[in-house]
Nanobody
Framework: EVLLEESGGGLVQAGGTLRLSCTYS????????VGWVRRAPEKEREGVAC????????VYGDSVKGRFTISRDDSKKTVYLQMSTLKPEDTAQYYCVAGEDWCRVGNLNADLPFWGKGTLVRVSS
């Protein structure tokens, strides 16, 4: 069973930083990739970033490039999303997601089989 658990959300002022963590278990399939998707009120779901475990690829959404960094620590079975220069429009529920062979440019909004429960990020102006 694949389990994903997010943590690290909260309230931060515009321009600030925040780090989200996603602790995973049960991921044992080939070409697995873990990433982050966000949902804001009255907005469509948006793929934020992903990291492929076997292809060593990383992809970012256009709206977060240069501000967000995704990384992983295999010893802790955790994927991180370091968010800097946060903007009010980054306010959203952030979900950790996982699937097989999906971390490619143009594919961040793929329908994925595994989701965490989400963590809320609020950026005040």
């Amino acid at each position: 069973e694949v389990l994903l658990e997010e943590s690290g959300g909260g309230l931060v002022q515009a321009g600030g930083t925040l780090r989200l963590s996603c602790t995973y278990s049960g991921i044992g399939f080939n070409d697995v990739a873990v990433g982050w998707v966000r949902r804001a009120p009255e907005k469509e779901r948006e793929g934020v970033a992903c990291i492929s475990f076997h292809r060593y690829s990383i992809v970012y959404g256009d709206s977060v490039k240069g501000r967000f960094t995704i990384s992983r620590d295999d010893s802790k079975k955790t994927v991180y999303l370091q968010m800097s220069t946060l903007k009010p429009e980054d306010t959203a529920q952030y979900y950790c997601v996982a699937g097989e062979d999906w971390c490619r440019v143009g594919n961040l909004n793929a329908d994925l089989p595994f989701w965490g429960k989400g963590t809320l990020v609020r950026v005040s102006s």
